[in-house]
């Protein structure tokens, strides 16, 4: 059974800093293009950043660019998205979600591309 478990999430204060951490089990994450989507209440589901296998294409939300970071560790089947400089905006729900193609596409951002979701972890970033 195929799975992937979002962890990390939690409050914030405005200019700090999360990490969010995808772990997958029952398939091998090195295979898949992986991608971060957030939602926040009442808002649709949006594309975050995505991470391609080795040598492949990376991809961020204009509105995360230069505070986010994507990054894999094969060896721990797992994603990371190291997130700084929060805002208030930032605030929602993240999902990590794994496609079987190994790169991201030029439409990355498109929900209907990727097989596999998490749950998602809560993120709030409140003074």
């Known amino acids: 059974q195929l799975q992937l478990v979002e962890s990390g999430g939690g409050l914030v204060q405005p200019g700090g800093s999360l990490r969010l951490s995808c772990a997958a089990s029952?398939?091998?994450?090195?295979?898949?293009?992986i991608a971060w989507f957030r939602q926040a209440p009442g808002k649709e589901r949006e594309g975050v950043s995505c991470?391609?296998?080795?040598?492949?294409?990376?991809n961020y939300a204009d509105s995360v660019r230069g505070r986010f970071t994507i990054s894999r560790d094969n060896a721990k089947n797992t994603v990371y998205l190291q997130m700084n400089s929060l805002k208030a905006e930032d605030t929602a729900v993240y999902y990590c979600?794994?496609?079987?193609?190994?790169?991201?596409?030029?439409?990355?951002?498109?929900?209907?591309?990727?097989?596999?979701w998490g749950q998602g972890t809560q993120v709030t970033v409140s003074s």
């Open positions: 979600a794994a496609d079987k193609f190994p790169r991201c596409l030029t439409t990355w951002y498109t929900r209907g591309r990727y097989e596999y």
């Open positions: 029952g398939f091998t994450l090195d295979y898949y293009a």
């Open positions: 991470i391609s296998t080795s040598a492949g294409p990376i």
